[in-house]
């Protein structure tokens, strides 16, 4: 009996780390009890936390306990192999909860190993040995170990279904060839989304190093234009302390010569203060025409009083610098920020495209015209919005960027992600263009829609046609003094539209955008003609 009692416990000898019987036995100040090699080994994967803590009651111990080995019980496991270690394989033949255990066995029941559908009822492998040598129940059809048999029972007659209902006219074949489709297409499905999981992956990589490149990027040119900064600080310090050194050299030299001549002046005053006092009107009258006559000053006729404004225009000048870098960064920053939030990987096809008014005003923009673009005939107004073509040269400053041929005139934004703007006009013809800022100036190919830098759509009231290196292309739609322009510049998409009560799509480009400074552009005809940049809601 003793013997079976050890066999019953054989768990408690077991290390809950490997499983096994323990091995040189050591118990922790908890109580439990490992193999030495097994907590040893869990401790040291936990030596960097600084503290150590018990597998199974997780309780904590600082510092790490020191192991020794457990005598007594190392003797009950030497015991245990020589009396259970035979009778020790049936304890794994035992159901525990989550197995499924075996109708026939009473007490202690054994694992299942075979379920059968006739019966049906659960099998070990000591009472499933009738399903193999008796002939009636060769034929029961056993399957694994399953605890839902009693789905295989028909609720009305309380006994195992033999076949299908007849309203169904399915039998299993039908059935098992539904389910093979059924699997094929859901594998074939889970083909599918696994590549869709790794293009999804590819383009978490993608994203990531982009915003990688471009974080590493800006930190850089960030880093040079305040390298720059720091540079022109440290000369305007340098050149003001120069100055100021030469400036206070050429005062102090001044104001030393000053003293000396003071010094002489009160040396020459108490001469003639004592001389003024001689009782002897002979002696006076002799030695007068001896004493030295007064000197001119040679150095208050070079000192000149004026405002106290020393390096004060150092400071205006600065401020304007500060000012002018504010409106830079200030302007600029809209298209950086648009740029960044404009990154969008999964709308950006074709098929995102708006296809309503509402839909493009929801990517519309502000826009206004460059006047250092404006070419000398064209006037604008309305907040550098409305662009006029006169007959009469405005007076611009001259201007690298500004067009000297054509009538035409660049947006001061530059354009990124999804635009859409309007341009309103007025007279006998415009053309509403998009051009990159590289585009030509001076010349006859600076034309929009003449060159592989801009595409424009001429508008008149009889026609439109369509421009794009040189190429033109007749453009059909109703006529209208509103076109709306829609620009996808990552997806390359140009679309022109005529707009009235309702919108029509008058022509699409499908292209590639390779340049990232591209621009709206409007050229005016002639004389009285007009366009505005509508502001749209």
């Not at 049936?90 to 202690?108: F, K, M, S």
């Not at 800006?218 to 400036?247: A, G, N, P, Y």
Request: hydrophobic share 30%; net charge neutral; aromatic share 6%.
């Amino acid at each position: 009996m003793a013997q079976k009692g050890v066999h019953l416990d054989r768990t408690k000898f077991c290390c809950s780390i490997c499983l096994d019987l323990l091995k040189d036995p050591v118990t922790i100040p908890c109580g439990h009890s490992y193999c030495m090699n097994c907590i040893q080994s869990h401790w040291d994967e936990e030596d960097e936390k600084k503290t150590h803590s018990c597998p199974q009651c997780r309780q904590s111990f600082t510092p790490r306990p020191v192991l020794v080995k457990n005598t007594m019980l190392a003797d009950l496991v030497e015991e245990l192999k020589k009396t259970g270690l035979q009778a020790a394989p049936t304890d794994l033949c035992y159901a525990e909860p989550e197995d499924v255990a075996c109708d026939v066995c009473t007490g202690r029941k054994r694992k299942a190993v075979k379920s059968c559908l006739s019966c049906p009822a659960s099998y070990c492998d000591k009472h499933l040995q009738p399903h193999y040598e008796a002939v009636p129940l060769k034929k029961h059809k056993l399957v694994e170990p399953s605890e839902n048999l009693q789905e295989n029972i028909c609720s009305r007659h309380d006994e195992v279904m033999k076949m299908f209902c007849r309203t169904d006219q399915q039998s299993r074949t039908e059935r098992q060839r539904e389910l093979v489709v059924s699997r094929q297409n859901i594998q074939q499905r889970i083909q599918d989304r696994e590549e869709d999981v790794k293009v999804l992956q590819q383009e978490v990589e993608a994203i990531n190093g982009s915003a990688d490149k471009a974080v590493e990027h800006s930190e850089k040119i960030f880093t040079e234009l305040i390298r720059l900064m720091e540079k022109r600080r440290s000369d305007v310090k340098q050149q003001v302390r120069s100055q100021q050194d030469t400036e206070v050299s050429r005062v102090k030299e001044l104001q030393k010569k000053l003293e000396q001549e003071m010094t002489e002046l009160k040396r020459k005053d108490a001469e003639l203060k004592k001389f003024s006092h001689t009782e002897d009107h002979n002696q006076f009258l002799h030695n007068y025409p001896s004493l030295s006559a007064l000197s001119e000053s040679t150095h208050s006729s070079s000192i000149n009083i004026r405002p106290l404004r020393y390096f004060e225009d150092v400071t205006a000048a600065v401020s304007e610098v500060r000012d002018k870098l504010q409106d830079v960064l200030r302007d600029t920053w809209t298209n950086i920020s648009l740029t960044v939030t404009e990154v969008d990987v999964l709308l950006s096809n074709p098929q995102s495209e708006p296809k309503t008014r509402a839909g493009l005003l929801r990517n519309s923009c502000e826009i206004t015209l460059d006047p250092n673009t404006a070419n000398t005939l064209l006037l604008l107004s309305q907040g550098n919005r409305k662009v006029t073509r006169m007959s009469k040269e405005q007076s611009y400053f001259s201007h690298p960027d500004r067009f000297t041929y054509w009538c035409q005139v660049l947006s001061r934004e530059s354009l990124t992600g999804r635009c859409y703007w309007e341009v309103e006009w007025r007279g006998e013809g415009v053309e509403v263009a998009v051009a990159y800022k590289s585009i030509s100036r001076a010349e006859k190919v600076s034309e929009f829609g003449r060159n592989d830098k801009s595409w424009s759509l001429y508008c008149d009231n009889n026609s439109y046609n369509f421009f794009h290196n040189k190429v033109k292309t007749p453009v059909s739609g109703p006529r209208s003094s509103r076109v709306g322009v829609y620009l996808d510049h990552s997806a390359g998409i140009l679309s022109f539209y005529s707009v009235s009560e309702t919108i029509t799509l008058l022509h699409r480009v499908q292209t590639t955008f390779p340049h990232s400074h591209i621009h709206a552009g409007v050229r005016v005809y002639c004389s009285n003609t007009s366009a505005e940049l509508s502001k749209v809601k």
